[in-house]
């Protein structure tokens, strides 16, 4: 996958179909179809492991120890709650599939400046006094969410209830070709991350949005 090149008109240059083919047709296409992924949470953790207690496709059930960053999972395109919501135009190329058959990062198939919107819900077993959700780029260990070399976007996730927290982030970034964004969230009460009865409140979208110098 390669972005069109920029060529530039000069005076009597000879119009071929080649030419026009290469400069309008092949940028049209590719601004149709540009880069562009959304996937859908997939719920990780829950409040108890108690068979029967949380979804059949639930990730490490059971609640996660408090100030531990984890990082979210999402759907395969086309296989979770809401499929016509999860897309990849590039075939899979930027949702590649990890641990659990679940999808932990977007990659960018090329360089370029890409819009990257995250939405979570964490929920917690009590009251908490601080939760976080962060993007993060070529992150290769939940700690590296604490590391400002490692995230580019930050909320303070907002109180629904006493134990239902959500936040968005929206940011847009020059990445290279196969970096790795990925979204983390954490709680300093015991949390898990997702809710099945809240499928399309947890997503991660990117998409291609022009070139960087």
């Not at 008109?9 to 030419?19: G, I, M, S």
């Not at 996660?64 to 990082?71: Q, S």
Request: net charge neutral; glycine share 12%; hydrophobic share 35%.
């Amino acid at each position: 996958m390669n972005v069109p090149t920029s060529d530039t008109w000069v005076k009597r240059e000879l119009v071929t179909a080649d030419a026009m083919n290469r400069r309008v047709r092949d940028a049209h296409l590719w601004l149709y179809n540009r880069p562009y992924a959304r996937v859908t949470g997939r719920q990780y953790g829950s409040a108890s492991t108690t068979s029967g207690s949380y979804p059949s496709d639930t990730i490490s059930p059971g609640p996660f120890t408090g100030n531990a960053w984890k990082t979210h999972p999402f759907y395969v395109p086309g296989t979770g709650v809401r499929k016509t919501n999860e897309f990849d135009s590039t075939g899979g190329l930027m949702t590649p599939t990890g641990a659990n058959g679940a999808v932990w990062k977007l990659v960018a198939p090329v360089d370029g400046l890409y819009e990257i919107i995250y939405s979570g819900v964490l929920e917690t077993s009590s009251k908490p006094v601080n939760v976080h959700l962060r993007l993060g780029v070529n992150v290769t260990a939940d700690t590296q969410y604490g590391s400002s070399g490692y995230t580019v976007g930050s909320e303070v996730g907002g109180h629904v209830s006493d134990t239902r927290h959500v936040g968005d982030i929206c940011v847009v970034l020059p990445l290279q070709a196969g970096d790795a964004v990925s979204a983390g969230a954490v709680s300093d009460k015991t949390f898990w991350l997702g809710n099945i009865d809240l499928p399309d409140r947890t997503s991660l979208s990117m998409q291609w949005v022009g070139r960087y110098a």
